[in-house]
């Protein structure tokens, strides 16, 4: 069940309900002897066994699920662990900092706990023995594997690690009987700035301090012990492995500031079977396609190389799609020194998942035509850069707590520039929206290919192999040919008109900007035909997007058409000028200078993009997926 992740005002409304259930359990501790006893502080070594408390009513295991008791079952029949005090009268957020100097309060495997800190301040937790030591969790199903590169997503090289350890420590473990313990911190709410100019100032990390020590229980700053590790967040995140044999000790600090005021929310979790939250501080895993004034296309990395008749990769294909993104305006301060933190990204970031604005899809367009998912992020301000995060939600299918991985994971952020002009990647005009725009450019793209349709139906196609045309191609692979021509020759690529990139064309010179400007009547633009109409009149009657610059159909998508398609559709290139006015060359790098279909964009071999490259938005991503199912 996922947990309640507490902002300021949901912890108003946390606290009545914990007033509330505070109630009801003061009312069984009066009852109930047992009860008075699990209230208690359970120091380490105490084995006190709760087992009855759980079994005796509903409204205790309701309790289970409210952040009021700081400790969990692991197992249904296994020890409970620790308890804080308990300040009754008290909201749940004093009550966690009143009673956590007076005693520990204990965590369970995979169970998180999330308390509020002031500057300055220290809390203290136990992973008690009985859990370090109890069974592990039974293994996950996991994603469909990434099969076929060296290059594998780091959940998978996490995961196979994890088996490799525990098959290890299963065979030596039973000598030595220390296990792995995995802590992991993530900082969900950041104290305020109490200066006007941020410049220069970086919020101060979470510090986490363990201790496996029974003569250190509660370590912490200023301590100066040899059985004390020390470790600080980055970004909000801080991950730690510790081998213990017993009780370890775990203490979380907010660092002393004079330019920060209020507290920090925190979410801390210990496990034996793996990080509950989880970076890949490594690569972003996301790619930026393209954008336009108000949105932007953005896919994941290739999430396997298996060939397409493979079970893996329609696995892959039919999966739900598992990854989600967090977007945020670069000058948006909120996320500042959180960017590693699910569930700060997950409150903070201005567009992710629980808000409008992303669709997500499995697909497997693009270079190699492997599955991949992407994001079509909207609500973005033109002319702006933000953050993108990709990330997931507990282990993609369940989070929160009793969950492996139940916090989440966060990818190394990238950032991506949205466009600054009226003008779309497909060429379009503001009065007209998106879906319009994807109707006109769609249904003039399938007239026109109802048409060939037709024409080719005319053609000797299905009879026997020596009435077909060619022995080398055949109708499919002339369909084939056409409709990559067709989508690269009617829906346009489009560039900003002030772009100056040599392999651009300018186009539709004759009409007025948007803004009303029109290019004087003698300007070269406007005397030659190929610059001042589109290639499509459509565009420039239905949209009349005003001048734009398109990034012209690759050659070889016209010397395809020709060589596919029999002689009888009368196919044929232009040559000379007219080739060059109409048809762009591949660059020999690989850099994308004219346009086709699948080739949405290019990645260098350092894994980052070089130089802009362009898909057509929304529109094609549908059309694409019509024409190749
Ligand atoms: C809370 O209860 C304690 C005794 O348990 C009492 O001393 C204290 O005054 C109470 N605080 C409030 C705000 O009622
Ligand atoms: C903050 O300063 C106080 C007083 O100097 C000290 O007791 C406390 O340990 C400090 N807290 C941290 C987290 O360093
Ligand atoms: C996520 O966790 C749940 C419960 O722990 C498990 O049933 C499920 O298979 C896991 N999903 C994945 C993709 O590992
Ligand atoms: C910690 O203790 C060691 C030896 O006891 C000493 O050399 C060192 O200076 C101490 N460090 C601090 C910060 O007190
Ligand atoms: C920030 O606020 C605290 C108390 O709220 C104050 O002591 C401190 O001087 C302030 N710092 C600055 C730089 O204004
Ligand atoms: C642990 O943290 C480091 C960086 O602090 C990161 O590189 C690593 O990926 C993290 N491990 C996991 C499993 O998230
Ligand atoms: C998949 O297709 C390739 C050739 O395209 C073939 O060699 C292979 O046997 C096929 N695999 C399956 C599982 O059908
Ligand atoms: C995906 O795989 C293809 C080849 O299989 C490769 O060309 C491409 O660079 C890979 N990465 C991305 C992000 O497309
Ligand atoms: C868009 O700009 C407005 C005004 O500057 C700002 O308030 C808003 O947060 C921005 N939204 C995004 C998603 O960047
Ligand atoms: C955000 O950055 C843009 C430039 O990228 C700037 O024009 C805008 O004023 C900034 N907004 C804020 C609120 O700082
Ligand atoms: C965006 O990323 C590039 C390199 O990937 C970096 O140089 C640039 O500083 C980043 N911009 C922002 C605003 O973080
Ligand atoms: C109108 O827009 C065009 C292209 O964006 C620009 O070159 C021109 O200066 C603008 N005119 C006015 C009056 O803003």
Redesign the pocket.
Known sequence: MPFPKLTHLQSRVAATLAATLLLVILYLVLLSPRFAYAVEVVLPGDHHCHLQIQADSEIVNEVQCTPELNDYWDEPDEDRDGEGGEDENESWESAVIARAPAGLISLGNNQFQQSNIKIGETQWWVFPKETVTGPKSPSMSGLPAYLGASNMPAHDQYISHELKRRDSSSSEGLAKRSTTVYISLTTCLKPSLNTTSSSGVTLPQLEVYVSLDESLQKPGPGINSTVLQTYQADGGYMNATVEATGDVYISVAAPNSTSFSGIYNYELAASIDGYFHQVDTLQPFLFFIDSDVGSALLVTDNVTQSASNSTNYKEWMDITPPYTIFVS????SSIQGLERSYCALNQLAQIGKGKNGVEVGMTNWGLGKKPKEQFYVTGLNR???YYGFLAMDGNSTNSGNGVIGGGGKVWQGMNFTTKAEVAYAVPSNTSVNISALGKTYDSNAINSYTNFSNSLQQIQCNTSPESIYSLAVDCNDCASAYRKWLCAVTIPRCYDFSSSLPFLQPRNAGQAFLNGTEIPVDDPLRTSPITNASRNPIIDTQIKPGPYKELLPCQDLCYDLVRTCPSALQFNCPKGPWLNASYGVRDPNSDITCSYLGADYYLNSAWSFHGRTHVLLYTVAVFWVLWTS
Request: proline share 0%; aromatic share 0%; hydrophobic share 0%.
């Open positions: 305006n670069t000058n948006d002319s702006s850069t």
